[in-house]
């Protein structure tokens, strides 16, 4: 089940990968209002009830792993609603061939985009798919028109594999080799593995 990653904090130097929790989720479905997410993502906005039961699900479906991506010089120290800085996804779409994810990248805070967060996200979520989930294989499908994320997938040397002209989508895919595995593991050996619980409840704070 995909609830691996729920007390799981990968904190990096720009980003901190946190687990998508319910306190989060005001934040996101104010984020989802936007017309160029909505667009981006290929997503129908949502009420702020749906959102809550996006996030239920999202914990609970053993065919999904997410993060929410928090920004490591605000986090910990500031409120996480006020850190946010976007999203990461992986999902399992093949049932026949588990090794296989998909993986999504979501920059939300304009402020933030062009300055390295998206792809160290990306990096983070990656060499914990191989890691931790068995993921041999990665895919990304992205807008033919979204340019920015399509160079950066291709820096993490993904190659484009098919155009789908239908929904606009170019898909990207990455073969986990030896080699490759040992350049993820080395690009993210910075990483900090942490628990959630204790980051959130920080030394000293006794519950009354």
């Not at 996480?80 to 588990?98: C, I, Q, R, Y």
């Not at 983070?124 to 807008?143: D, H, N, P, S």
């Not at 080395?186 to 519950?207: C, F, H, I």
Request: with cysteine; proline share 3%.
């Amino acid at each position: 089940a995909m609830k691996i990653n729920q007390d799981t904090v990968l904190r990096g130097k720009k980003v901190t990968l946190v687990p998508y929790t319910a306190a989060h989720v005001p934040r996101y479905h104010t984020w989802m209002q936007s017309e160029e997410l909505q667009q981006l993502t290929a997503s129908e906005p949502l009420s702020l009830e749906q959102e809550y039961e996006m996030q239920r699900s999202w914990r609970d479906d053993t065919d999904k792993c997410t993060f929410i991506l928090l920004d490591s010089g605000l986090w910990p120290g500031q409120a996480e609603e006020n850190s946010m800085v976007g999203d990461v996804n992986l999902f399992l779409t093949n049932t026949e061939d588990p090794t296989l994810g998909e993986i999504e990248i979501m920059i939300a805070e304009p402020s933030c985009r062009g300055r390295g967060f998206g792809k160290e996200a990306t990096l983070l979520m990656m060499a914990y798919g191989v890691r931790k989930l068995g993921i041999t294989k990665f895919e990304a499908k992205i807008g033919q028109k979204n340019e920015a994320s399509i160079c950066m997938f291709k820096k993490l040397h993904f190659k484009e594999v098919a155009v789908n002209s239908i929904f606009q989508e170019v898909t990207l895919r990455l073969d986990v080799s030896d080699q490759e595995r040992q350049w993820l593991l080395d690009q993210t050996n910075y990483v900090e593995e942490k628990s959630y619980t204790e980051l959130k409840q920080p030394a000293g704070v006794l519950d009354t």
